[in-house]
């Protein structure tokens, strides 16, 4: 597994350039959903805006994650030269468009199916607390106004009573633990469509059983996986006291992300798909 990690990072080092693509997307969509706030005014706009958004991702998920899998194969030739390596990094751009002919159709399927299933789950999620934890039982005052900051946040957490904050805590605990198991079930999903099965119905539960078929080694990469989020959230709040760290930390996530992504990929494919496993 330590091996695993190692290549990732290395893979993830040699093609840095997967890491272009999720920056122009999130841009562009900033861009969007910014003209759209000032725009979108009736129930056909909506409708219209959230149709838009949901081919854009859908386009972005199929040619992204094309690409990285193009990136984990790559992986497995030997370069002589450097240029060579640097050469079929850049070519990883020129799959952009096998992956949007190829998996299109998969990821807005994969996109409703993740949209179905989160909302359940939610509601899954709420009725346990509601029946185990109970409510808050905040009152008009404290509800008034959203909270924006947080010094809004503190004094929202000041007006608490002790046996609202026993309840809060918990509710935190419970939201965070069935987050986790979410991400834990569904994190071998995309790449099945990607190596194994395009039909997302069909891989979302093929994907299930592979991560229960492995659960020591799923496990330990969502453990690694969990224990990277949180230092660099830790990290992250000591960065937003000064704007010049703060850059400097959203590149990190950006690399992070793009390593999160190939460290699953890798994993699947090294564990799934080939003949000499770890």
């Not at 959903?33 to 972005?60: H, I, R």
């Not at 230092?231 to 000591?238: A, E, I």
Request: glycine share 6%; proline share 3%.
């Amino acid at each position: 597994m330590i091996k695993l990690f190692k290549d990732s990072f290395g893979i993830t080092y040699y093609n840095i350039i997967l890491a272009t693509p999720l920056v122009l997307f999130m841009v562009i969509v900033s861009m969007y959903l910014g003209f759209s706030k000032n725009t979108v005014d009736t129930l056909p706009e909506m409708l219209l805006s959230m149709f838009t958004l949901w081919v854009m991702f859908g386009a972005f998920l199929a040619a992204w994650f094309f690409m990285v899998k193009r990136a984990v194969e790559n992986s497995k030739s030997v370069y002589i030269l450097d240029e060579d390596q640097a050469r079929a990094s850049f070519n990883l751009m020129k799959d952009i468009p096998a992956g949007i002919g190829g998996y299109f159709l998969p990821f807005l399927g994969f996109i409703v199916l993740f949209v179905v299933i989160l909302i359940l789950w939610g509601g899954v999620v709420y009725n346990i607390g509601q029946s185990v934890i109970g409510g808050l039982n905040l009152d008009a005052s404290q509800m008034k106004e959203p909270i924006a900051s947080i010094q809004e946040l503190g004094a929202f957490i000041d007006g608490l009573s002790p046996e609202q904050l026993l309840k809060l805590s918990q509710w935190s605990l419970l939201i965070f633990l069935s987050n986790a198991v979410f991400s834990f079930v569904l994190m071998l999903w995309a790449p099945e469509i990607l190596f194994s099965d395009k039909n997302p119905f069909t891989a979302l539960f093929k994907s299930i059983k592979k991560v229960f078929i492995k659960l020591f080694n799923s496990l330990k990469l969502f453990i690694y996986i969990s224990c990277l989020n949180f230092v660099l959230s830790f990290l992250n709040t000591f960065a937003i006291l000064n704007p010049i760290s703060y850059f400097l930390m959203m590149l990190v996530y950006f690399y992070f992300i793009v390593y999160l992504v190939v460290l699953v990929f890798l994993y699947y494919e090294r564990e799934f798909c080939c003949e000499n496993k770890e």
